[in-house]
């Protein structure tokens, strides 16, 4: 059972273009929705995070969006730029710590 | 200083073989996990410890064993691994609900192990 959906599985932008990577989750109790970022042959780590009584949150050029009556919310990336080439996991927690993370996102920015 | 640690980095072994895996890590967090990355990327918790005590533990094969000598280390021993053992296994340290009742969870490098 996949509480956390997240699309697409892969994502080509051009440089200077912006990336929009999708998630949506089941469980209501969930109350911390966290993105990281993985680079190849490096752990995840912390991009950005959300709680549910705002609908967006911004960190330089990363966005999140967030929309609790429909369970999604989505990661912008603006001005994208070949060092944001990774691999994108959203993740939801609830109040006792346990993160579920969505199946993550390879993006690739080209030059 | 590495904020959190694993060794082996890699660790190649036959099937039927025990193995560990070390995790330590230096912030002073009070909670550490284990999760396994397969093939597809998907990461999955295992186990997570807070104050050495578990408190979260996943549908894991009982040849898994983790143990928290302390708040410090968290470490994974492997009985009579398998093939669909192969995967990366990484540690992570957080604080439990800080004060904003945030999971900010720091992850280490990971230990990529291959089971022949």
């Known amino acids: 059972q996949q509480q956390v959906k997240q699309s697409p599985q892969s994502l080509i932008v051009q440089k200077g273009g912006i990336s929009i990577i999708n998630c949506a989750y089941e469980n209501t109790a969930f109350d911390y929705f966290p993105w990281y970022q993985q680079f190849p042959g490096k752990g995840p780590a912390l991009l950005i995070a959300?709680?549910?009584?705002?609908s967006e949150k911004k960190e330089g050029r990363f966005t999140i969006s967030f929309n609790k009556s429909a369970k999604q919310f989505s990661l912008h990336i603006m001005d994208s730029q070949p060092g944001d080439s990774a691999t994108y996991f959203c993740a939801a927690s609830t109040s006792y710590g346990k993160l579920t993370f969505g199946q993550g996102t390879i993006l690739t920015v080209h030059p | 200083d590495t904020a959190v640690s694993q060794t082996p980095k890699y660790l190649v072994t036959q099937m039927g073989n025990d193995k560990s895996i070390k995790c330590e890590q230096n912030l002073g967090h009070d909670t550490m996990y284990w999760y396994k990355q397969d093939s597809k990327k998907f990461l999955k918790i295992m186990f997570s410890y807070n104050n050495k005590e578990l408190i979260i533990n996943e549908t894991v094969p009982n040849r898994f064993s983790p143990k928290s000598p302390d708040k410090a280390h968290l470490n994974l021993h492997i009985n009579s691994l398998e093939l669909g053992d192969s995967a990366v296994y990484f540690c992570?340290?957080?604080?439990?609900?800080?004060?904003?009742?945030?999971?900010?969870?720091?992850f280490g490098a990971g230990t990529r192990l291959s089971v022949l």
């Open positions: 992570a340290s957080s604080l439990h609900l800080d004060r904003d009742r945030l999971n900010i969870q720091y």
């Open positions: 959300i709680r549910p009584d705002v």
